[in-house]
């Protein structure tokens, strides 16, 4: 039951990482194009229909590297959960293939652990910094987004990351699953 909830819990933010970076990837096609159409259209290249556009606000998006800054940092914490519920993390198992199953089973649990320790460090360090970027009212340059507000997104998915990683750990420790 505890495992079907936590693999839900890693679906579903992986989906959401997903989601918001194929957002930002539609958001940053749409700012070259319209970077790249201002342009054409303050070299006269495109003539009065150029004047038009430009009367419409074809343009950038304004702020996009601020957005693109605050959605990537969300998608990775994001992928986390399901990453390490997975076992997806990269290896380098040179060494550690000729090894018997126990060492392999050994390792795999120490890291394990190590992860969910640093998962819940970074979590803790990044609600810190929330509560400071609340405090002190900071916002984007551009946009005045409260820079908060990516720190929260990102936490939450830190946070669901740090459940699963604990989980992970303990269940390894525990025998109780082979993650």
Known sequence: MLH??????????????????????LMVC???????????????????????????????????????????AFAIFAFLPLTQLSGAHAKV???????????????ATFWSVVMAVVIVLITWRLSVGMFEKMRYGETTFLIQLPIWWAYAAS?????????????CALARLTGYRQI
């Open 4 to 25: 079907r909830i936590i693999t839900k819990m890693a679906e579903v933010m992986a989906l959401l990482g997903g989601v918001v970076l194929c957002l930002l990837v």
């Open 30 to 72: 749409t700012s070259i194009a319209g970077r790249a159409i201002s342009d054409l259209a303050f070299d006269g290249f495109l003539g009065s229909f150029g004047t038009w556009l430009l009367g419409l606000g074809v343009g950038p998006i304004l702020g996009d590297f601020e957005l693109v800054e605050a959605g990537i």
């Open 93 to 107: 198992d040179v060494f550690t293939s000729g090894m018997g199953t126990g060492v392999n089973r050994a390792l």
């Open 155 to 167: 936490l939450a998915a830190a946070i669901s990351a740090s459940i699963v990683s604990i989980y």
